[in-house]
């Protein structure tokens, strides 16, 4: 039984990210700020310091009942060597991610500042752990899937560069719960095209 239900969100999660894809021209601006508050929009977080001039940013939160304590070890262990990215294992694996999401937290696998965060076997994409808050945000940037290594911050005047981000924030509410903030910078050049 447990089998099925998992096929069939699997099946879910695919028509919701087929229907995404044909409606984004319709939906760009709800699915660009996800759940998020106008505050939480507008909010400087840690990495607005990484990519202060993002060209395109994605944000998702949502409310969790429970103590920022209790769900930082599952921010702190996801990637495809680790904990798994907690979503749609069959789909990832259709696509060769090698996916396997986990249901217990594993204290060895918490990332620190310097470790890689997989999406996939080398070759998929891939960031790298460059900031965190140990129980509050963590911070990983793009890197280069071949090399696994991120490019250095992008200098005035400099003609090409990619600097995409994406953080994980845990906001403690007085009532008890957290809320989760996953956003995603992006800038880059030259500017050929653009996401809007």
């Known amino acids: 039984m447990a089998k099925i239900t998992e096929i069939l969100d699997n099946i879910g999660g695919a028509v919701l990210i087929a ?37 395109v940013t994605t944000l998702a939160a949502i409310t969790i009942k429970a103590k920022a ?8 262990q996801i990637g495809q060597e680790r904990g798994g990215l907690y979503s749609y294992e069959l789909l990832e694996n259709l696509i060769g991610c090698r996916m396997r999401n986990t249901d217990r937290v594993a204290p060895e696998w918490e990332m620190q500042v310097g470790d890689l965060m997989r999406m996939g076997p080398p070759g998929y994409p891939v ?17 280069d899937p071949k090399t696994s290594r991120v490019a250095p911050l992008p200098q005035p005047g400099q003609a ?10 845990l906001d403690e509410q007085p009532n008890g719960t957290t809320r989760l903030i996953s956003r995603n910078r992006l800038d880059y050049a030259p500017r050929s095209f653009a996401f809007k």
């Not at 090409?160 to 924030?169: E, M, R």
């Open 127 to 143: 960031d790298q752990v460059v900031a965190l808050e140990r129980g509050h945000w963590l911070l990983m940037a793009g890197a």
């Open 69 to 76: 304590a209790d769900i930082w070890p599952w921010i702190a």
């Open 19 to 55: 229907g995404c894809v044909v409606l984004r021209p319709f939906v760009r601006r709800r699915y660009s700020r996800w759940g998020a508050t106008d505050e939480e929009v507008n909010r400087v977080l840690p990495d607005n310091e990484r990519v202060p001039h993002s060209l």
């Open 160 to 169: 090409a560069y990619t600097n995409a981000t994406w953080l994980l924030y």
